[in-house]
């Protein structure tokens, strides 16, 4: 199963971190998109690292970062720096999206 989760508010890292490395351990494959708000998770490395997991995709909305001044640049492998399209391709990629 492929599972997308789609980050749109920086309430819910605990949540976050423990779908993806469950699914991940379970073989399951894991892209996350961040946008909006979810973007200020960026300055946290442990949402950051979740980039470098296997079976594990990140990108964030470069867009979203810009007006929450979120640095783009720098950022840990793993992580790329997107657009809405990437949201998109990952909607169409997965077996389930999660929003949070």
Request: with cysteine.
């Amino acid at each position: 199963m492929k599972l997308g989760i789609l980050v749109n508010t920086d309430r819910h890292l605990g949540h976050i971190l423990g779908l993806a490395k469950a699914a991940s351990k379970k073989n399951h494959e894991v892209v996350i998109f961040a946008m909006d708000q979810g973007v200020r998770l960026l300055d946290d490395g442990a949402f950051t690292e979740l980039g470098g997991l296997d079976g594990v995709s990140l990108s964030f909305c470069s867009h979203s970062a810009r007006e929450h001044g979120i640095e783009t640049e720098g950022k840990p492998e793993g992580v790329t720096v997107g657009s809405q399209l990437n949201n998109a391709m990952m909607a169409q990629a997965v077996d389930r999206v999660i929003v949070l």
